[in-house]
């Protein structure tokens, strides 16, 4: 089966840096993505890892260790507009043809001033 | 989001009543998913759609739901009898192959009353 975890909810200030952090267990592992989802909205893409690393994108960076299960999202120089929720999704063993992602619940994410 | 459309945004229905949820991909995109939100959850998978075939169905329930993916036109996600727990968010995300990342489309509310 899979499982993915993360937090429920984290608040943070503007200007500052926040980290958020997913661990999953899923039968075989092919490819790790981070969305991010304002209310009422579709989920939209932010990265997308597959190897242990760290890959940059602007202010967002995201950072995946397959033998530790574990990735995060790390979102610097906040802005009001980063408020969001933001859903780790893991792309699992190929079944039936298909690459099925599982979602996890999506961390809401608060930047206040 | 790169295109996907989807139409009707908002839906209501009356118990009993038959919904259906129109998803055009991404222009030369083949590969369709629904996925199913409901407030503070996470995506659930529903279905896997390639042109003209149904690819994994296992997210979907037995009864009621069905989805198609013809040759010419939207994907459909359609289901029948509705009852109030049916009421979500359902998105739609196409990709150009199975490999590939998703780009959801707006979402469709239902509401079932």
């Known amino acids: 089966g899979q499982n993915i975890d993360q937090p429920t909810e984290m608040t943070a200030t503007e200007g500052a840096i926040v980290q958020i952090n997913c661990t999953y267990q899923?039968?075989?592992?092919?490819?790790l993505f981070w969305y991010q989802q304002h209310a009422g909205e579709a989920p939209t893409f932010l990265s997308y890892n597959v190897l242990d690393g760290l890959e940059e994108k602007g202010r967002f960076s995201s950072f995946l260790s397959r033998s530790k299960g574990y990735s995060y999202l790390l979102l610097k120089e906040l802005q009001m507009k980063d408020s969001a929720s933001y859903l780790c999704a893991v792309r699992g063993a190929r079944t039936g043809g298909s690459y099925i992602p599982t979602f996890g619940r999506g961390t809401s994410l608060i930047v206040h001033p | 989001n790169a295109g996907v459309m989807q139409n009707p945004r908002h839906l209501v229905r009356r118990r009993g009543q038959e919904a259906r949820l129109r998803c055009s991909p991404v222009k030369g995109h083949s590969h369709v998913y629904w996925y199913r939100q409901l407030p503070e959850e996470g995506l659930k998978f529903m279905v896997y759609?390639?042109?003209?075939?149904?690819?994994?169905e296992s997210g979907m329930p037995k009864e009621r739901f069905s989805a198609e993916f013809p040759k010419e036109g939207p994907s459909i996600l359609r289901i029948q009898q509705v009852v109030r727990g049916d009421s979500a968010a359902y998105f739609c995300a196409s990709l150009l192959t199975s490999q590939e990342t998703q780009y959801f489309g707006p979402g469709t509310r239902l509401l079932v009353l």
């Open positions: 759609l390639q042109k003209e075939n149904i690819i994994d």
């Open positions: 899923t039968s075989g592992f092919n490819g």
